[in-house]
């Protein structure tokens, strides 16, 4: 099924929307991937990932798979296993990958090793969270294996008590020292580290300051000192290939500029970026000198040849 065709353009499936928290999301990243996909000139056909998947890539027969999805399923190595399994060359990073930067524990156990900074977090029982102060305030209070900042709780330091957390959070959560400062990020391409972009919200950078319009502000190249600067693209370049990433990824970090470099965290690394209007790596490879169907057709390349 994943053998090249006589096409003069690879048939591409994009995979989009999906079971996850993050389907909305997908659903537009998907629509927009395979508009420019489409712009510069490949065949497309467009799947809804169901329980039906696998018989709807074997009907499709594409030459090669670009990887919308975002969230469970999506990014955490279980689609990517069945692509492996399928032969199917796909976009963005491979199974282990995905896996490791989708568990915030294990991600950071793989930073520490780089001698990456990051900040101290524990793994604690929902119920305990919900009882009593984990850390000392102030804290974060997320899953340990979601993205796009779903169910982030921020526990302030004057607050009254541990956070109330909704039903919906999982048995185990992550609970990580909150750091002051401001929001940077840095996407990676291949080898390559894009740029810096600040990302000004009215609050935390929550799912809705993420993907609704006006939600934030992004600053590129962001405003920094340069010693900054070159940390966030050699710490992003570094974290991309400690976890073993290909294609895209895009690595989130928080700074106390009161603290200088020592102030610099890295949060998480996100190996399937969000591709719609607001997004932030197009923002950064556009700026770099790569449009939005450029940046497409080189995932396709890529994930071509390594396939």
């Known amino acids: 099924m994943a053998g090249k065709s006589s096409r003069t353009a690879p048939k591409v499936a ?15 990243t998907g629509s927009e991937c395979a508009k420019a996909l489409r712009q510069a000139g490949f065949e497309v056909v467009e799947i809804d990932a169901g329980r039906d998947l696998p ?7 594409p030459d090669v798979v670009f990887n919308a999805l975002h969230g469970r399923l999506g990014e955490d190595g279980r689609v990517q ?7 199917l060359p796909y976009t963005h990073s491979g199974v282990l990958a995905s896996a490791m930067a989708m568990d915030k524990t294990r991600s950071k156990q793989v930073y520490r090793e780089a001698g990456l900074p990051v900040v101290e977090s524990i793994i604690a029982p929902r119920d305990e969270a919900r009882a009593r ?7 974060v209070v997320k899953p340990n294996d979601e993205g796009s900042s779903v169910g982030i709780y921020i526990v302030h ?37 894009l740029g810096v972009t600040e990302i000004i919200s009215p609050g935390w950078y929550d799912y809705d300051a993420k993907y609704k319009a006006g939600g934030s502000r992004h600053v590129i190249p962001a405003d920094l000192p340069a010693e900054i600067t ?11 290939r400690a976890l073993g990433c290909t294609g895209l990824s895009r690595t989130d970090f928080r700074w106390d500029d009161t603290r200088g470099l020592a102030g610099l965290f890295l949060l998480e690394t996100n190996t399937q970026p969000g591709m719609t209007p607001t997004s932030l ?8 000198g790569i449009g939005f169907p450029e940046l497409c057709t080189w995932l396709i390349e890529d994930a071509l040849c390594r396939g």
């Open 14 to 28: 994009v995979l989009l929307g999906g079971p996850s928290a993050e389907r909305e999301v997908s659903l537009s």
């Open 55 to 61: 018989a709807r890539l074997e009907a499709a027969a």
């Open 81 to 87: 296993g069945l692509l492996e399994w399928l032969g």
């Open 133 to 139: 102060h984990i850390l000392p305030p102030p804290y």
């Open 157 to 193: 330091e004057a607050a009254n008590g541990p956070p109330q957390l909704a039903d919906t959070m999982p048995a185990e959560v992550m609970v990580e020292t909150y750091v002051p400062g401001r929001e940077l990020t840095t996407a990676v391409l291949g080898t390559r580290a």
């Open 230 to 240: 070159e940390a966030c693209l050699d710490y992003a370049l570094r974290a991309h």
């Open 281 to 288: 790596a197009p923002e950064q490879a556009e700026h770099a």
